[in-house]
Structure formats: C-alpha cells, structure tokens
C-alpha cells in the first residue's frame, strides 16, 4: 500500500493511491500518526480498497505533497552505515551502529524549498532510506522481530551542515543536522509486504549531475539489525523516523561543490518515489 498526505503546510489530508488515483483517508483516520499505526489503520484501508468505498481526493493532482508521516515523536538516525561513505568521511566502517538525532520539527515535504541556513557554506545531501516505526520496539528479542515492528519505508534526505556538524558541535553531529526544512520525506509511503527493502537502488543528483548511486544492499547494518540493536538503547515508538545511513558522493567527500541558493537536488529510490528540492 502507498499512503501519503496531501495539502498545506499544517493542513495535510491523508490518503492511499490505488494507481495514480489518490483516495481521501479522512473517514478513515484524522492523520498517519501513531493512533493511525497502532489501531489498525492499514488493515481498514486495505478493506475499504476491497470494497472500493473510498471516495476520491478532489483536486489531488494538483495539491502540494506533504511528508507521508505526521510529525513523528523521533528522528533517529545511523551515521557511516556505508563502507564506502564511511571512507569518503575519513572514518573506519563502525563496528556498532552509530546514531545521532534530528529534531522531528525538521521533517518536511519532499518538495519543499529548503533555506540555505545563515552563515552556512556547507549544505550537504544524503539519500536514504527512511523506516517508519509501526510497533512499539523495546528490547527486541532478535532481528526477527524488526519488521514486524516496521510501518512502512519512505525516501528522505538527511541534510547536513558540515560545519555545523563536525567543527562547531562538539563532537556530537546534531547541530549540524537540525537546521529548518533539513528532512524532506516522501513522496510517500510504501508498507514492508510490498518492498524488497535490502535491495533498493539510492540516487541524488544536484542540478542534474549525478552524485550518490548505491544500493541499500551495501549497507554495514541492515534494517532488521538496525531496529533490533536500537531497542536495546531506546523505546522506539510508532511514528518515529529512523533514517538508515547514506552511501559515498555527498560533498563532505571533497569531489562534488556544496549546495547553494539556486541549486535543485533530486533524490530516488525506485518504489519511494521521487523528491526535488530547490535552495533558497
Ligand atoms: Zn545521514
């Protein structure tokens, strides 16, 4: 199932495309949120798809794309999770997961403009792919547990100011994460029974040249051990956003300029969909 939210800023309505129709979820659930998650939600979507009761969104086509996730509780996120951009970083490959955090306030539409944050010279893109948490997941007993934890799997980019992030933080990289609009998500949701998770293609492109070109196959840990190890540090709740790592061709690798006001970045992982953001 492919469930998204459409409208303003702050006015989203949820819904579920069947093909490219997207039906109205408002009879169904007030958002895609936590009491969505927990009480059932997509098994009543996918009955009403069957029966074929759900009515239309009137004028989706045109509408705005919202983040396909409420504001979630949590953004987690796993740093050098790719061998590959783990060198391109001047790091070894982490022999745990390596997590910092977002605030959950940086979540946005796929499309959005994003400000290029003052004093910034270093905005920096990172496509990955986004699990979002279905099942509370606290001490998970093995990895076997993970997905049934897993509402589903979205596209974001995780951006960064590098320097934000390695030279005025401390040492810990979230102020360099957690700038306004830097978690473009969507364009929509895909649920775990229709997506072969560990074999995705990740792609970005800044004004049209390419940049990463990976598979979620070359990640160091994979989503099933991801949510099993974090459980065993945190109360992962539904809703929450655990963004999975990024692959090598990010410009903190020194091959690639940093993004600018004007510059377009494209992001894609075939069955996520596709986002284009312009910076402002
Ligand atoms: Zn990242």
Not at 65 to 74: C, L, V, Y
Not at 82 to 98: D, I, L, T
Not at 163 to 192: A, D, H, I, R, Y
């Amino acid at each position: 199932m492919r469930l998204g939210r459409l409208g303003p800023i702050g006015a989203e309505v949820p819904v579920v495309w069947q093909g490219d129709e997207a039906h109205d979820l408002r009879e169904v659930t007030t958002d895609l949120d936590a009491a969505f998650w927990t009480s059932g939600g997509p098994d009543v979507v996918r009955r009403r798809l069957e029966t074929g009761d759900l009515p239309l969104l009137d004028g989706a086509e045109g509408m705005r794309i919202g983040a396909p996730i409420a504001r979630p509780g949590a953004v987690v996120c796993v740093g050098l999770n790719y061998a590959a951009h783990a060198a391109e970083s001047g790091a070894p490959p982490p022999k745990q997961p390596v997590i910092f955090l977002k605030t959950p306030n940086t979540v946005g539409g796929p499309n959005d403009d994003v400000r290029i944050p003052p004093r910034s010279n270093k905005t920096d893109w990172e496509v990955e792919l986004g699990v979002v948490i279905g099942r509370p997941a606290s001490y998970l007993g093995s990895p076997d547990e993970s997905i049934g934890c897993v509402a589903g799997f979205v596209l974001t980019n995780d951006l960064s100011e590098r320097t934000f992030q390695l030279e005025e933080s401390g040492g810990q990289w979230s102020k360099g994460k957690c700038c306004p609009g830097f978690t473009p998500t969507g364009p929509w949701l895909v649920t775990p029974d229709e997506l072969d998770h560990g074999s995705l293609a990740l792609r970005s492109w800044v004004n049209g040249e390419p940049r990463q070109d990976s598979s979620t196959a070359d990640m160091v840990f994979g989503v099933e051990h991801l949510v099993w190890n974090l459980s065993q540090y945190l109360a992962l709740e539904p809703g929450d956003l655990l963004l999975t790592g990024t692959p090598e061709g990010v410009g903190l690798s020194g091959r690639f300029p940093y993004l600018h006001a004007g510059d377009v970045c494209e992001l894609e992982i075939p069955g996520l969909g596709r986002q284009r953001q312009t910076f402002v």
